[in-house]
């Protein structure tokens, strides 16, 4: 066997490896059922938080501790305690992304994202799209 081709072949390994390696990176959203059950390991949770249930956040005490009720896309419902401080306009988010582990039936959340309301309504989408065509 050529030189070139052993070279060619490790090199070809060595892409399928990092594809592969990518690909098992990327993660779906899961719920808080699938979290206690694997606890330990980390997930990404999507849903709404719970206001009726209110949050805790005291910068002046513990800036880095906040902690909030979360409802997931399947409608089960998790204390959070997300270590980072509260987002602006959290109260406002149209949805929530936590990422952590889950431990004795509460989330420990290492990240936050927080999906923001439009600030269109679907009344000046439609003026805009139509004084766009016009």
């Known amino acids: 066997m050529k030189k070139t081709h052993i070279i060619l072949l490790i090199g070809l390994a060595v892409v399928i490896g990092v594809i592969l390696s990518m690909v098992?990176?990327?993660?779906?959203?899961?719920?808080?059922?699938?979290?206690a059950d694997n606890e330990g390991i980390e997930y990404h949770v999507a849903g709404t938080f719970v206001k009726?249930?209110?949050m805790e956040y005291n910068p002046l005490e513990n800036a880095d501790v906040f902690t909030f009720w979360m409802q997931d896309r399947d409608g089960n419902e998790a204390k959070v305690i997300c270590n980072?401080?509260?987002?602006?306009d959290f109260e406002l988010a149209d949805e929530i992304v936590v990422i952590g582990k889950m431990d004795q039936g509460?989330?420990?959340?290492?990240d936050l994202l927080t999906k923001c309301p439009s600030k269109y309504t679907d009344e000046e989408i439609a003026i805009k799209d139509q004084n766009q065509e016009g």
Do not use: H, L, N, Q
């Open 106 to 110: 509460t989330f420990y959340a290492s």
């Open 84 to 88: 980072s401080d509260k987002p602006k």
């Open 52 to 54: 009726e249930r209110g």
């Open 24 to 35: 098992g990176d990327y993660s779906s959203y899961e719920s808080f059922t699938k979290a």
